[in-house]
Structure formats: C-alpha cells, structure tokens
T-cell receptor, first 118, second 114 residues
C-alpha cells in the first residue's frame, strides 16, 4: 500500500494568499481526518469525514478554514486568506470503521504538509 | 469527556536504559488504547495497541498493558536505543459508542543519548 499521500510537503506563502492542502487516503478507508500540529498547541483535530460526509468540524479554527471530500480518494483543506498564525504542520489520516463491531479505530497518518505563512 | 494524560517530557535516557512513559485515561465504556510514535519530520505511526482490559500490546521491543483498574496504559522498553528518540503519543478510541475519533495525549519527547 502507498499509505496516506499528502501534497505539497512544504508550502511557503504570503499572508492573505489562499492555500490548498491535498490528501489521498488509503484505499478502502472510510474515515478521513485533518489535524494541525504546532509546538504551542500540540496535535489538534480540525475536522473529520465518514464516507465523504463531514461529521465533526468543531475543531476548525474559523471561517477562513474549509475542507471538502468530493470522493472517497481525495480531500482538500483550504485556508483563505492565510495568516502567519496558521503556520503549522497539517496532517491527514485515514482509518477503516468497524461499524457495529466497534473495536479499534487505528488511524494511519500521512507525512504532513509544513505550512509557513510570512 | 474522554481524555488522555501523559507524563511531561522531555525524558532523557542513556542508551540501554529502561524506559517508562506513563499514560492514564478517562473514558466511558471500554475504549481501545494506542501508542503512536512520531520521528522527527515525519507523521505519526502506530506503535502498538490493546483493545480490552489486560491485553498487552507489543512491537519493536516496546510493550504496554491495558490496566482497567488503574485506567493506565504505560509504555515500557527494556533497553532503549538512540534510534528510539522521538515523540510518543498515547491515544484512545471509544468502544461501543465509537465515533471514529481518537483522543490523543499531549505527547512525550524521548531523547536517548549514546
């Protein structure tokens, strides 16, 4: 398996510009998660999807952030306009739900996108 | 609500020392428990897991036992190597009321010196 794929790996942009981060989950996984990691705040869950439908976006910091999942193999996280405080590493993760069986929901993480907003 | 608490770092050890990283949790029901590891510049990787009380997860010399009576899942390794230097995250997912989310601890940085 190729694992979770994220692009770009690094992004440097100026304040006010639009930034789009991309994620391809592991084939067959029906959950997709977007996280943000900073030294100050640690690892934060921004939003997650189940079967392409957003389930919980309570972690999205503000309206400048939006996420979409048009199909099972692709998701985007967009920041418009970007600000210096958005500088962080953004991770995408995917997992397979076990439905009524419950049990472990181990997540598989991508390598992350390091975003720097100047 | 559900939560995970890890010991604060950084933890600094000499090579071949014994490692313990404490993790305790608060959760309703019967959560599954995980340890993830993050090497510098990389994403999180699943290190080991346990899905029910008294289960022991193990991988790469690391072990952790699911202790329901003490609500703990401490990570141990008998002899650490420089290559084990990383950030370690404890996490849980709910059991029967699982929403698919993982609840992560704040992470513990391990530094192993030669």
């Amino acid at each position: 398996d190729a694992g979770v794929i994220q692009s770009p790996r690094h992004e440097v942009t100026e304040m006010g510009q639009e930034v789009t981060l991309r994620c391809k989950p592991i084939s067959g996984h029906d959950y997709l998660f977007w996280y943000r990691q900073t030294m100050m705040r640690g690892l934060e869950l921004l939003i997650y999807f189940n079967n392409n439908v957003p389930i919980d976006d309570s972690g999205m910091p503000e309206d400048r952030f939006s996420a979409k999942m048009p199909n099972a193999s692709f998701s985007t996280l967009k920041i418009q306009p970007s600000e210096p405080r958005d500088s962080a590493v953004y991770f995408c993760a995917s997992s397979v739900g076990l439905g009524a069986r419950g049990g472990a929901y181990e997540q598989y993480f991508g390598p992350g996108t390091r975003l720097t907003v100047t | 609500g559900d939560s995970v608490t890890q010991m604060e770092g950084p933890v600094t050890l000499s090579e071949e020392a014994f490692l313990t990283i404490n993790c305790t949790y608060t959760a309703t029901g019967y959560p599954s428990l995980f340890w993830y590891v993050q090497y510098p510049g990389e994403g999180l990787q699943l290190l080991l897991k346990a899905t029910k009380a008294d289960d022991k997860g193990s991988n790469k010399g690391f072990e952790a036992t699911y202790r329901k009576e003490t609500t703990s899942f401490h990570l141990e390794k008998g002899s650490v190597q420089v290559s084990d230097s990383a950030v370690y995250f404890c996490a849980l997912s709910r059991g029967s009321s699982n929403t698919g989310k993982l609840i992560f601890g704040q992470g513990t940085t391990l530094q192993v010196k030669p």
